[in-house]
């Protein structure tokens, strides 16, 4: 929850100051912990607004969505693993 709040907290900083924020994603455990702990921390903060950032998969590889390899497939779908 504290990284959450990290995030929330630099991104409404980002937006107030530039109007977008920027944040590298890679996977792994990760992916859960945003995805459990994020949408809580975001309903705190309308500020953040979250239509304003730009995601970059840090660690994504060269393989579809479904694969179980897929940084980006695994958080489309909001868990560790793609499925």
Request: with cysteine.
């Amino acid at each position: 929850a504290a990284l959450a709040r990290l995030v929330v907290e630099a991104a409404a900083e980002a937006v107030a100051s530039s109007g977008r924020f920027t944040l590298g994603l890679s996977g792994g455990s990760l992916v859960e912990l945003l995805a459990r702990e994020l949408p809580p921390a975001l309903r705190d903060a309308p500020e953040a607004d979250p239509s304003r950032w730009l995601l970059a998969f840090c660690d994504e590889r060269l393989v579809p969505p479904e694969h179980p390899d897929s940084t980006y497939g695994a958080y489309r779908v909001g868990r560790g693993r793609p499925g």
